[in-house]
């Protein structure tokens, strides 16, 4: 079946498989691939008379159920194809020296991000040339959509020293020949085909502006009810609670005096938004202030239903709700520690903290024996899928049974993880990487040049990104579905609520 991109702020997809084999000699048959990516689909065509090829996105063609079931992509969104040196002779032959530029996140040709794929990146003819024109020296012929396709190899030093082409990194030129037969002008349609580290994960992060008031404005935290139904929180001012309407970013009054640290809601019109001296909900019509014992500042909230409410932070700061007035705990393990994350999968599954980590059972809290310290991020699927991260990337797992030995998710701190399934889970951390799960492979992904991702822990999506130098502008990137795939779209849910952020440094050094 035959998948198709819809984008909101964040291109997503899910990708394709087919069957692998080894390297055909030229002219040889063989079956498509295993394990690669078909990243675009394009229509080319070639004016003898100016010397010229140019490729843009092609229009939809294949049937339902034929081998390349996703297509994802188009000529400069995850891939550009560039061709220079352009000759022809007469109406005899045409050449020209074609390049493979990288747009996505994810590194081409390789399974594990350090391993070549033999393979490399090839570029498969779904349409062969028109007007009788036919390809003189495909590198291979293979079955990818149909039997006897040809196809151009990139791959070894054509992908650089490694054997692999890194997001942004430009392959070496190839020469394509074609034998004219006569023909001044002739069009054809390639598919461009890789292995990717985290097939079912994200290709490209786009970021969106929102409200600014004169300066950067320091984004915290993002939960949404929906995909049109999203708010962001970030420092007092006038900007402090932004709304996602599913096309533009209006601001809320509500708590223009304070930092709003962290955002969760049981619905759209039941949104709580806390931070430094204010605890504030969201009505479906208006903010307004809800009353709290804490004496803290508060860095993070959750709950397992609007009558299932907690929300922690600094100096050992631990409060609840039951619909109401936030109350402080009378069970507090916390002490004087201060809590920096929260999650739980039910009323009577509830894991906080930071310098140590706590257990709810329902009855009494416990001291979780996890290996870690330094918390910053907790979430999870369910009470036996559980990920906590920490300081210098350290990173743990609960199985239902026991932690697992910390590891090391690159080397800075755990700013937030969030996913959909035991093997779709994002982590960001300070230094502005983000990473995904697959199951069984942490991979990382390249994020826009020049941003810091500041965490939000999710439910259902979202990643909130703002500039590191950036003046005039802060920027949020929200998720958007493929049909068919984990992460959503125009119209599925997205909800999402805070983590911790290095703009609350104040509150939270």
Known sequence: ???????????????????????????????????????????????????RISCTPAAPSLARGSAADLIIG??????????????????????????????????????????????????????????????????????????NQPYFQYSGADLGADGILASGELSSSKNWQFNLNGATTFT??????????????????????????GATENINAIWGASASDIWISGIAGPNVLQHWNGSSWTSYAGAESADMAALWGSGSSDVYAVGSTKTQRWNGTSWSDVTTSASGALLAIWGSSAADVYACGKTGTLVHSSGGAFTDVASNPLGTEDCAAIWGSS??????????????NGTSWSTVSAGITGVRAIWGTSSSDVW?????????HWNGTSWSAPITVGNTDVGGIWGTSTSDVYLVNRAGSIWHYNGSTWVRYRNPADLVVIPSEVEDSALVVIPSEVEDSALVVIPSEVEGSALGSNGDRLRAHAALQPALSALHP
């Open 347 to 360: 009323s009577s599954d509830v894991y906080i903290g930071e310098t140590n980590v706590y257990h709810w």
């Open 188 to 213: 054809f349609q390639v598919y461009v085909t890789t292995q990717l580290p985290d097939e079912g994960g994200v290709l490209l992060w786009t970021p969106s502006a929102v409200a600014q008031a």
């Open 1 to 51: 079946m035959r998948k198709r991109l819809s984008v909101l702020i964040l291109s997503a997809a899910t990708l394709a498989a087919c069957s692998e084999s080894n390297l055909p000699t030229e002219g040889s048959q063989q079956a498509a691939p295993s394990g690669r990516a078909l990243l675009a689909e394009l229509t080319c065509k070639a004016d003898v008379a100016a010397r």
């Open 388 to 396: 906590i991260g920490g300081t210098n990337g350290n990173v743990v």
């Open 74 to 147: 188009g000529q400069n969104t995850y891939t550009t194809l560039a061709s220079t040196n352009v000759v022809t002779t007469g109406t005899t032959s045409l050449t020209g020296d074609v390049t493979v530029l990288n747009l996505t996140g994810q590194p081409w040709a390789t399974a594990n991000g350090t391993t070549p794929n033999a393979n490399g990146v090839r570029v498969f003819f779904h349409t062969l040339p028109s007007n009788g024109v036919t390809v003189a020296n495909a590198d291979g012929t293979g079955t990818f959509t149909a039997s």
